[in-house]
């Protein structure tokens, strides 16, 4: 019958002795940490901190594996989203800029006067 019986640990002086799965509570709070800590510095490799800052604006360019454009655009607290078709569209407008491709790849824009 003693066997049956849950035996329970105990130190010298008769105190109960600590759990041994409360470590896993520090392990977790430990993972939580160095998830949010990754999270962070992946902002600041790709200098994308702007996205956090609710008064800033800014527009990135997210082309996939098919070669479909997105265009993501944050102005404070609102995100709009557009994608990129090659559709052409006619109508009528004015002529806003001319941008200008370089020798090495990049796109310079000038807006007109």
Do not use: C, H, W
């Not at 019958?1 to 600590?18: K, T, V």
């Not at 800590?37 to 996939?64: G, Q």
């Amino acid at each position: 019958m003693r066997l049956l019986q849950r035996r329970r640990r105990f130190s010298l002086d008769g105190e109960a002795l600590e759990d041994p799965i409360a470590g896993v509570a520090n392990l977790f709070d430990a993972s939580i940490v160095f998830i949010v800590s990754m999270m962070i510095a992946l902002f600041m490799a790709y200098n994308m901190m702007d996205l956090l800052d609710p008064s800033s604006e800014v527009t990135m360019v997210k082309k996939n594996a098919n070669g479909e454009m997105e265009i993501i655009t944050k102005k404070g607290n609102e995100i709009k989203a557009a994608k990129v078709t090659d559709q052409k569209l006619s109508g009528r407008g004015e002529r806003l800029g001319t941008a200008y491709k370089l020798p090495d790849g990049r796109i310079v824009y000038v807006p007109a006067d």
